[in-house]
């Protein structure tokens, strides 16, 4: 089965601290997304990469960057935490299908508490 | 831009029938895709549909109608475990895009 790592369950870190998430799958993915999620928002998408060196913006990227310089890798940077950051992050990684398919694989997500 | 609608909450007694219903408005639609989340959990791909029709797997069926927007998927034989959120799921194709519903929290209850 394809897993889906993320660094750390849980972290807590001050307003304006630059803070790394990182995220790291093993099945060879071209794939790989950012999401956030918030009660009654659901999963919001923040930046995703469908190869090594490319990022595209999701549906919420202020305040936020990536980076993928290996294929296994996907990191989200926050370059200045805020308060309004303090969410829960999920990493998901998809093979490349042409026309369809979707079908993500999650890691197991990170709850960011910035105070 | 891309929005779905689903009920935010359902409440079913084990053993029964449940249907969870999506909404969607998208541009460039290829599929739609369901997701079970269980509380403090990651969320698991549990179906996909890219033509009209059902499709099952299990327990498990989704369903799909691209003229009128619309899917559902269905529980049948209900279980306690099945108590979790689930997400309808648009993948509108480029890049593998895939924007999520806000979830429907279904409790199963004796």
């Known amino acids: 089965d394809v897993k889906v790592t993320q660094s750390s369950r849980y972290l807590v870190k001050r307003t304006g601290e630059k803070v790394f998430l990182e995220c790291v799958q093993d099945?060879?993915?071209?794939?790989m997304f950012w999401y956030r999620q918030d009660p009654g928002l659901g999963l919001r998408l923040i930046y995703f990469?469908?190869?090594?060196?490319?990022?595209e913006k999701g549906d919420i990227p202020e305040g936020y960057s990536v980076s993928r310089e290996k294929k296994e890798r996907f990191s989200l940077i926050l370059e200045s935490a805020s308060t309004n950051q303090t969410s829960m992050y999920l990493c998901a990684s998809s093979l490349w299908q042409s026309g369809g398919g979707g079908g993500y694989t999650f890691g197991s997500g990170t709850r960011l508490t910035v105070v | 831009g891309q929005s779905l609608e689903q009920p935010s909450e359902v409440t079913a007694v084990e053993g029964a029938i449940v249907q969870i219903n999506c909404t969607y408005q998208?541009?460039?639609?290829?599929?739609l895709s369901w997701y079970q989340q269980h509380d403090g959990g990651a969320p698991t791909f549990l179906s996909y549909?890219?033509?009209?029709g059902l499709e099952e797997t299990g327990r498990f069926s989704s369903f799909l109608s691209r003229s009128d927007s619309y899917g559902y998927l269905l529980l049948q034989e209900l279980q306690m475990k099945d108590s979790a959120s689930y997400f309808c799921a648009v993948f509108s194709g480029g890049y593998q895009k895939v924007t999520f519903g806000t979830g429907t929290k279904l409790q199963v209850i004796p």
């Open positions: 990469s469908y190869d090594v060196k490319m990022k």
């Open positions: 998208t541009s460039g639609f290829y599929g």
């Open positions: 549909n890219a033509l009209d």
């Open positions: 099945m060879d993915h071209e794939n």
